[in-house]
């Protein structure tokens, strides 16, 4: 089983729509977790950022995470051609030695 | 832009050859990650290195090393290329778990 595990699409949604990715884990010594957005040839850009279960919301973006489900969320509200990327799943923890675990990502093209 | 450079942006080599990467990390961070990137998967952690020490390494062979230099900087050598190795090598500066990245080298192994 990998330790992260994330749908890598496509995904394909009308702008304006709302949408939802999402990743599990089975790791427990994984305390942080991040969201980054990839375009095409460029380096992953950090979109969220939590420590703990719960909401956090920023502009469009909201992140979910659920450590009893080891399940987390991010949903992009009124979505645009301009978020059309991949979305990349990070969780992070330290327990002897630093882990920082990717998912696969998941391409999203939102279409005008 | 997150201001970590890195270079050069492509590379081709030879299959056995070596190779060194470099990368200058956002003012103010004292961590640098590497991370190896395949056509269509995410980043797999490398190693990260902290004021100047290795503090954490992924599931890679020793033919795969680092230095991190008083400036923060850092460089990525690999040894022995194998055609595996072609792919984009990112580096990411950090002062906590939030990771800023560079723009990536790609790296081609023929």
């Known amino acids: 089983q990998k330790e992260v595990e994330q749908d890598p699409g496509p995904l394909s949604v009308p702008e304006g729509a709302i949408v939802s990715l999402n990743c599990t884990y089975s790791n427990s010594a994984f305390q942080y977790f991040m969201w980054y957005r990839q375009y095409s040839r460029k380096g992953p850009e950090l979109l969220m950022y939590?420590?703990?279960?719960g909401n956090k919301e920023d502009g469009r973006f909201t992140a979910q995470v659920d450590k009893s489900s080891k399940y987390i969320s991010l949903f992009i509200r009124d979505s645009q051609p301009s978020d059309s990327a991949t979305y990349l799943c990070?969780?992070?923890?330290?327990?002897?030695?630093?882990?920082?675990?990717f998912g696969t990502g998941t391409r999203l093209k939102v279409l005008a | 832009e997150t201001g970590v450079t890195q270079s050069p942006t492509h590379l081709i080599k030879t299959r056995g050859q070596q190779v060194t990467l470099r990368c200058s990390s956002q003012s103010g961070h004292n961590t640098v990650s590497w991370y190896q990137q395949a056509l269509g998967q995410g980043p797999q952690f490398i190693f990260q290195y902290y004021r100047e020490e290795e503090n954490g390494r992924g599931n890679f062979p020793p033919r795969f090393s680092g230095l991190q230099f008083p400036n923060y900087s850092s460089e990525l050598n690999v040894n022995a290329l194998e055609l595996d190795d072609s792919a984009l090598y990112l580096c990411a500066s950090s002062s906590g778990y939030e990771q800023y990245f560079g723009p990536g080298t790609r790296l081609t192994v023929t």
């Open positions: 939590t420590y703990s279960s």
């Open positions: 990070a969780m992070a923890g330290f327990s002897g030695t630093y882990k920082y675990i």
